[in-house]
């Protein structure tokens, strides 16, 4: 198995799509790097989990399932980087390869002498843009061999299809 852990504000800081957002609509840049990364994973099959950073803010971690992918805000004084630590303790073991998406480069050093593998933001966004062009091409091979349906469906209909397909909420 392929464990996919992220620092979330660190993408949002590094990917030109979502650091315009990260000033004035910082939970639509969340969203948008779920979307993103809810693609990644359902192409590839990795486990996704992304950590948001809450340190300083009160309360206790929260976790969810987003499109597949686990969503981890961090407790109350809890930097991502400490949970991501963690997290990688958590999951290493012999059947299981962990990547951690970070730029940070001391993140990087300490997570990799855990026995984690390091992708800079960079390299992740680079993956995730071949992936998109790798379902379009997908998509586009599929709609040439595929039968036309004998029954027109709306648009609404199938976004709705679409929707569904993805485990859409």
Do not use: C
């Amino acid at each position: 198995m392929i464990v996919l852990i992220v620092d979330g504000y660190n993408m949002i800081g590094d990917w030109p799509e979502l650091q315009g957002l990260k000033d004035y609509r910082l939970e639509e840049a969340r969203n948008r790097l779920i979307e993103m990364l809810a693609e990644y994973q359902a192409y590839t099959g990795y486990r996704v989990i992304i950590v948001f950073d809450a340190y300083g803010v009160k309360g206790t971690e929260k976790k969810g399932t987003k499109h597949r992918v686990e969503v981890i805000f961090t407790k109350e004084n809890e930097t991502a980087d400490e949970r991501i630590e963690k997290l990688v303790n958590e999951v290493k073991n012999v059947k299981t390869k962990v990547y951690v998406a970070t730029s940070d480069f001391t993140e990087q050093w300490t997570i990799f002498s855990k026995g984690a593998l390091r992708k800079s933001a960079r390299e992740l966004l680079l993956d995730v843009r071949e992936i998109e062009n790798d379902i379009q091409n997908d998509v586009k091979t599929h709609q040439v061999l595929q039968p036309k349906s004998k029954i027109p469906l709306s648009e609404d209909v199938l976004k709705a299809f679409e929707k569904w397909r993805r485990g859409g909420e």
